[in-house]
Structure formats: structure tokens, C-alpha cells
């Protein structure tokens, strides 16, 4: 898409910076007014999906997960990703837009996993929309694993070029005795460090050693490097909740767009992509 200079007396959104001469698949602004959340896949006013508008056609080389993942046409003006990944195992839908408000409407059967993508959605300020079946039935293992392949997926397809973006987050969030601490990199590299120490093996029905087979997933597919440590924490429940919400912050972070870097890629190589 072809982006112009605003004229000087638009009254511009930080979002909505002047970025000459550049060719993105993400529009990061518009010379009239822009409001940050124009682009929300979902109704601010009520809490429904609004259609999709214009359709655009996603590069195949954005999405990964084999022929059992679909993704569907997005509208050029928003960073949203939208993936359908249908196994044996599962059928998995899945929203987000990284420029949302907050928006949580998540159903995957394991209402634990549901509480943190509720936690996702609230402190990144993404709107998050998944819908998933699977054979929970057996157990929580297929249903938790397919839905972090598809949030990644529609993370990675969000993202496009990532021009302009901070690349980096750094969040260190408490729950009460627990403290969790974030650092994520947007980097195409996918790379996990994962250091908590949960006294329970499960919280409800959810199964503890599931936190970080999610984690794991959703890097393999979004191509993030991801560290999480754990700095204090005795109850399960607080030290995995507190892990969602600082990541949620450092993703927000990094996510958001620099204000000084005009629209270029955060790499001195001139390019992030998905190796």
C-alpha cells in the first residue's frame, strides 16, 4: 500500500506517524482521523465480530502450520491475524488484534487456559478471540498444545514486517508472594527459557506442566525468543498468572510502535522475518 505524508495541521494519533515513500503490508497511519481502535475486529459498542471490510491477500510464507491451517482475508488498515487450524485432535479458530482494547472472548474447554487468555487480552490491551474443540476428553495435552500453534500463527501474521515497532519487551509482574519476569525478542528466531518452579501439578483440572508446553508452542510458531523467570512465588495458580500478565506486558511493548524510528525495520540487517 501506498502511504502519504498527512497534511501539516492533521492532528495526528501516535500511531499515525509520518512515514514517507513506504510499501508495507501494515498501514501504521491515515491522513484523516485515526482512531486507535478503527481497525478492532471486534464492536466497541457491543461486544460482537464486526465484519471485515477490505480483503487482502496474506503472503503464504507469514503463516505456518502445514495444510491444516487456514488463515482468512484481512482488512489493510489493522495488524490483525486470523488462523484456523483443523487436526484429528482439535478444531481451533483464532483473532487477535494487536491494536484492540482489550477484548477477551475466548471458549477452548479448559476454562484455566480460557482465565489466561483473559489475562492476554486485559493487560496486552489485544483483542483475543479463540474458539477451540478438541479431545479433552483424554486430556487437556492436543486442545492447549493447537491453541498457542494458532495464537502464534495469527501473532506472526499480525506482525507483518514489523516495520517501526519496539521489537523488544520487559515486564516484570507481582501476584501477591509471586513475582514472574518477561523478556521477549520479535526477532524470527524462535527460542524459549523457561524457569518456574510450580509446587502443584495441577490448578483445577489444568495440568502445571502444560504452561510451558503453551509457551513453547506459541514461540515455535510466532518465531519469538522468549525468556520467563521466576523470582518468588508458593501458589501455582499466582506464579502462572503472573507469568500471562507480564508477558502480556512486554508483548504490548514490543508490539507498539517506536516513535523514532519512522516506519524502519528494529534490525541493523534490515530485516526481521521468520527463519
Known sequence: MELTLPQPQSQLHPKCLPFPSLKSRVSVFQTTSCSPFQASIFSLNQRNLTPLNTSRNISASALLGGNNTS?????????????????????????????????????????????????????GLFDVHVKATGDIHIDDHHTNEDVALAIGTALLQALGDRKGINRFGNFSAPLDEALVHVSLD???????????????????????????????????????????????GANSHHIIE??????????????????????????????LSRS
Do not use: C, W
Not at 82 to 101: A, C, F, M, Q, W
Not at 193 to 211: A, E, I, K
Not at 243 to 261: G, P
Open 186 to 232: 520479535l526477532s524470527g528466531r524462535p527460542h524459549l527459557g523457561y524457569d518456574l518452579d510450580l509446587p502443584s501439578q495441577r490448578v483445577g483440572t489444568y495440568d502445571t506442566q502444560l504452561v510451558e508446553h503453551f509457551f513453547q508452542s506459541l514461540v515455535n510458531t510466532s518465531g519469538m525468543t522468549l525468556h520467563i523467570r521466576q523470582f518468588a
Open 242 to 271: 503472573a507469568t500471562f500478565k507480564a508477558f502480556a506486558r512486554a508483548l504490548r511493548q514490543a508490539t507498539e510502535y517506536d516513535t523514532r524510528r519512522r516506519g524502519t525495520i528494529p534490525s541493523s540487517k534490515g530485516v
Open 71 to 123: 488463515t482468512s482475508p484481512i482488512d489493510p488498515g489493522a495488524r490483525i491475524g486470523e488462523v484456523k487450524r483443523v487436526t484429528k485432535e482439535t478444531n481451533v479458530s483464532v483473532k487477535i488484534n494487536l491494536d484492540g482494547s482489550g477484548i477477551a472472548d475466548s471458549s477452548s474447554g479448559i476454562p484455566f487456559l480460557d482465565h489466561m487468555l483473559d489475562q492476554l487480552a486485559s493487560h
